[in-house]
């Protein structure tokens, strides 16, 4: 069975502070992908990353970065210089070759970053 | 282009009626999916369609639940009788065929159905 877990139910910061979402996961399969959603306040969810499982190297995509571990099983992702904007609630997910393209997602982490 | 887009973006319903939520995929998506939120949980599997067939409904609580995608279009759900646990926010995604596995499935702003 597959599982995502995101430990971090809700986390607080102040604007232009580092922030690391972390998300742990699960499976058998030797061939997954993970992803990151962001939710913002207007409901839908936003595509932010995707990595499969050959891929460790990390990704920087401006102030986003995403840290790929598989000794760990883990794809954290990190915010620099967080800004208002980047409050939302975000989602980390998975999918895997033997169960088609069906997403399993963590629980998200709620993001408030206060001016 | 427009986006996914779901109808209608909330839906307060008593136990025991019946509800049905549509969801428009991104033109020439074939991928649908349909995924659950419930009381802040994480977003759950229902089913996904490959054009108007049903390729993995393994996700379905039950058989109260009744998707369908007509001319592999848009699809409905439908939820007859409503339960009190059925409350919660549902969403829609779709992919380009052949990309389900790979690429980035788009979602919709989902429906929150509040069961009284």
């Known amino acids: 069975a597959q599982k995502v877990t995101q430990a971090q139910t809700e986390i607080s910061v102040v604007e232009k502070e580092d922030v690391t979402l972390d998300c742990v996961y699960e499976?058998?399969?030797?061939?997954?992908?993970l992803f990151w959603y962001k939710q913002p306040p207007s409901g839908e969810l936003v595509f932010l990353i995707r990595?499969?499982?050959?891929?460790?190297q990390n990704e920087i995509s401006g102030r986003y970065s995403w840290n790929f571990q598989k000794s760990t099983s883990s794809f954290n992702f990190t915010i620099t210089a967080s800004q208002v904007v980047d409050s939302a609630v975000y989602f980390c997910?998975?999918?895997?070759?033997?169960?088609?393209?069906?997403?399993?997602f963590g629980e998200g982490t709620q993001l408030t970053v206060n001016p | 282009e427009a986006g996914v887009t779901q109808f209608p973006s909330h839906s307060v319903i008593e136990k025991g009626q019946t509800v049905t939520l549509r969801c428009d995929p991104i033109s020439g998506h074939d991928n649908l999916y349909w995924y659950r939120r419930v009381m802040g949980k994480e977003i759950k599997f229902l089913l996904h369609?490959?054009?108007?067939?049903?390729?993995?409904e393994s996700g379905m609580p039950n058989n109260r639940f009744l998707a369908e995608r007509t001319g592999g279009t848009y699809s409905t759900l439908k939820v007859q009788p409503a339960e009190l646990e059925d409350s919660g926010v549902y969403f829609c995604?779709?992919?380009?065929?052949?990309?389900?596995?790979?690429?980035?499935?788009?979602f919709g702003p989902g429906t929150r159905l509040t069961v009284l």
């Open positions: 995604a779709s992919s380009q065929e052949g990309l389900g596995m790979m690429g980035e499935q788009f």
């Open positions: 369609f490959v054009k108007e067939s049903k390729q993995d």
């Open positions: 499976t058998r399969d030797t061939t997954y992908y």
């Open positions: 997910a998975l999918s895997v070759y033997t169960r088609g393209s069906r997403l399993t």
């Open positions: 990595r499969n499982s050959f891929d460790e």
